[in-house]
């Protein structure tokens, strides 16, 4: 049999748009532009968009990181006590003493020399001195042990203490005790023991003594026992 063919008129072309759920929907314009774009024109658009986002977040991290890691003001820290330990000792030592014109006034040796910065307080094994005068005149000491200011300026001689000297006339002056404490820079030497005092062929015990060299003066404490050396006769 042949086939039939039916052959309708044409029929005008009539737009159809389908709801939600009946079909695909036409992307909006902009996102086919950006499908469209290659792909480092799209990584370039997004980091323009996020970048001020990005550096925002960095800045306040790198504040945070300079916050936290910023040395503190001196004034911020905690004060730390005072260590009654030395904080530094010497061996075999000499320590001398400047006037400000440059005239040397004091000189120190010893075994060992401990520096307590609690109290600035020096002690001293084996203290040798030298002291000098504005006029020159030469005062030593010695003890087995010394204890004084950080700067020397007195010092108390311990153990077998021993001062010589001279008077303002020349005469030697020799002061021993168990305990001396000396003014090196006022020439002043006192005690609360038992001394004893050789001035010239003089020799005085006595139970403590204030010698002032400025003054030109010599106290001692009594109970009190001279000896006196008769001058030899020809």
Do not use: C, N
């Not at 532009?33 to 658009?45: G, Q, S």
């Not at 977040?57 to 990181?65: F, M, S």
């Not at 042990?145 to 010092?155: I, M, N, P």
């Amino acid at each position: 049999m042949k086939p039939v063919e039916l052959h309708l008129p044409d029929l005008p072309e009539v737009p159809i748009s389908l709801g939600p759920g009946l079909g695909p929907v036409a992307a909006p314009a902009g996102v086919e532009r950006r499908r469209a774009m290659p792909w480092h024109l799209r990584l370039r658009e997004g980091l323009s968009t996020y970048l001020p986002i990005l550096l925002m977040a960095a800045l306040a991290l790198a504040t945070w990181w300079l916050v936290k890691h910023s040395p503190r003001a001196p004034g911020e820290a905690a004060p730390r006590p005072v260590s009654s330990e030395p904080d530094y000792t010497m061996s075999r030592f000499a320590l001398e003493r400047f006037a400000p014109d440059g005239r040397l006034v004091l000189r120190i040796e010893g075994a060992q020399l401990r520096h307590f910065p609690a109290t600035d307080r020096i002690e001293i094994d084996e203290a040798q001195i030298q002291a000098w005068s504005p006029e020159g005149r030469l005062t030593r000491a010695r003890a087995a042990r010394a204890v004084g200011t950080g700067d020397a300026s007195q010092l108390q001689l311990l153990g077998g203490a021993e001062v010589v000297g001279e008077d303002a006339a020349g005469v030697p002056l020799l002061m021993k005790s168990e305990f001396l404490h000396a003014f090196f820079i006022e020439e002043r030497i006192e005690s609360d023991r038992p001394v004893l005092v050789r001035h010239g062929a003089t020799e005085l015990r006595a139970a403590g003594l204030v010698y002032a060299h400025a003054a030109q003066r010599l106290e001692l404490k009594g109970p009190l026992q001279v000896t006196l050396t008769p001058r030899a006769t020809r």
